[in-house]
């Protein structure tokens, strides 16, 4: 029998993930809206509905994971030149719980299990290109992942949607996640949305 074990185990760095989807990554269409300003970073919000299946011989289990954390603790900044992105002394804790929901053979069980971080302040720079004036993509990757349990390569950042309201920069992104994960030796194809924001401001 396969045990009630959480399938999600999220270990974070800023998540970006997929979202800017558009047809190509042509250069902006005017003066870049992220520079000369140093941007602090005011914390994360991240919801998720992660489902995964698996058949023991005739017995199928489902686990529902619900995921809804908001980074504690904030600490550093962003700076954006016109091709790069420093990030100086950036980290933040996560302390809170999230609910597992298992179903098999009409049995329904649910189980809420501590969701705790601490992501140590990091410093490093990347690459990056400004899409039009609403969307940032960095092609040679970044260290912004999220490590799924055991799906490997972690989800790496492609890009972000973005928008500025006086002094506050908010990052928006979602991806459908869609993978495997192996528990006890039994691999259950994994799927959910992930949807994450997170809001810098001007120092």
Not at 125 to 146: A, E, H, M, R, W
Request: charged letters at 10%.
């Amino acid at each position: 029998m396969l045990n009630r074990t959480p399938f999600l185990a999220i270990a974070i760095c800023l998540l970006f993930t997929v979202a800017c989807k558009k047809s190509n990554h042509s250069g902006n269409s005017g003066p870049n809206p992220l520079t000369g300003t140093s941007w602090k970073f005011d914390g994360e919000t991240t919801k998720a509905d992660i489902t995964s299946t698996a058949s023991i011989g005739p017995i199928s289990v489902t686990v529902i994971n619900l995921i809804n954390f908001q980074t504690l603790n904030n600490v550093g900044s962003f700076t954006f030149t016109a091709d790069s992105l420093g990030l100086v002394g950036v980290g933040y804790t996560i302390d809170t719980t999230y609910t597992s929901i298992t179903s098999s053979g009409g049995i329904t069980d649910t189980l809420v299990s501590p969701l705790t971080d601490t992501a140590k302040p990091l410093n490093t720079s990347v690459t990056y290109q400004l899409i039009g004036q609403d969307s940032i993509y960095f092609p040679n990757g970044s260290p912004f992942k999220l490590n799924v349990d055991s799906i490997q390569p972690p989800i790496q950042l492609s890009g972000a949607h973005f928008t500025i309201s006086g002094s506050t920069l908010t990052f928006t992104s979602s991806i459908n996640l869609s993978g495997n994960e192996t528990i006890h030796g039994i691999t259950a194809p994994t799927t959910g949305p992930i949807t994450s924001v997170i809001t810098l401001s001007k120092q």
